[in-house]
């Protein structure tokens, strides 16, 4: 029988994943800024909690949630926000890449995007294969590498602009166990960098031919700072007097 994730992320290995992703969350979403910011699932994980925008959000398909909606049709304006974090959404949707497209949709341009995941490459893929652990959660998820997700990325037109690796930690059930193998989280970032539990990845959406408008006073002052640069001789050249720049009498001229 499945497990559900409220469950699960009630045991030792979810809140040491939950504490985990939530300080990795906080440094990823702490300098994007904008007017909307939007969470999809996971409501255990305040992934926006960091961030400054004053409207977030988060979408879920049933439960608390301030959207209720599907994931694949969002019911949201597009290019309306300017934040999207998918918290281990993509490996548990019937179909990830179309959440993608509609991310893509909803998202501003140069919009933040900040994906995280379950690494099939890591101590945390293995455990898939351990007996009765597919019908449990998060096992019977559908874990996407990190490869293909960059793939779906470049496709859609997002930029990566950073990313990293997570939960070296075995994926121990008790608290003892954790404990014991806490050395590797620690030494993980440094000397198996590809064998985190969890990849995150931090997105922008890229569109071609758009720029940032910047608002005139900006631009105002950095005329005038520009311009204070230039010597004033520069900017008001006086007339030329006869005789000067090496100027001499033509034919006829005394």
């Not at 979403?29 to 992934?47: N, R, W």
């Not at 341009?109 to 995280?116: A, K």
């Not at 490459?121 to 293995?126: F, P, T």
Request: contains cysteine.
């Amino acid at each position: 029988m499945t497990s559900s994730p409220s469950h699960w992320f009630g045991t030792p290995l979810g809140r040491y994943l939950l504490a985990r992703e939530q300080e990795i969350f906080d440094a990823e979403v702490a300098d994007a800024f904008g007017f909307q910011a939007l969470q999809f699932g996971l409501p255990e994980l305040d992934c926006l909690r960091a961030n400054r925008i004053a409207e977030r959000r988060v979408l879920a398909p049933e439960g608390v949630a301030h959207i209720v909606g599907d994931m694949c049709e969002l019911p949201i304006a597009t290019a309306s926000i300017d934040l999207v974090v998918l918290p281990h959404t993509l490996e548990f949707s019937a179909s990830p890449h179309q959440v993608l497209r509609e991310v893509q949709r909803v998202l501003m341009p140069e919009g933040h995007l900040v994906v995280s995941g379950f690494n099939p490459w890591s101590l945390w893929g293995a455990a898939r294969w351990l007996p009765g652990a597919r019908d449990a959660f998060p096992w019977h998820g559908q874990f996407i590498s990190l490869p293909r997700i960059k793939d779906w990325m470049a496709l859609l037109g997002f930029e990566v602009a950073s990313g990293r690796m997570a939960a070296y930690v075995p994926p121990c059930r008790g608290e003892q166990w954790l404990s014991r193998w806490a050395f590797m989280e620690r030494a993980g970032d440094r000397w198996w960098p590809i064998a985190g539990g969890v990849y995150f990845l931090h997105c922008i959406k890229r569109v071609k031919g758009a720029r940032m408008i910047t608002p005139r006073w900006r631009m105002a002052a950095a005329r005038r700072r520009m311009l204070a640069a230039v010597p004033q001789k520069l900017l008001h050249p006086q007339p030329a007097r006869r005789g000067e720049h090496g100027d001499r009498p033509g034919p006829g001229r005394r």
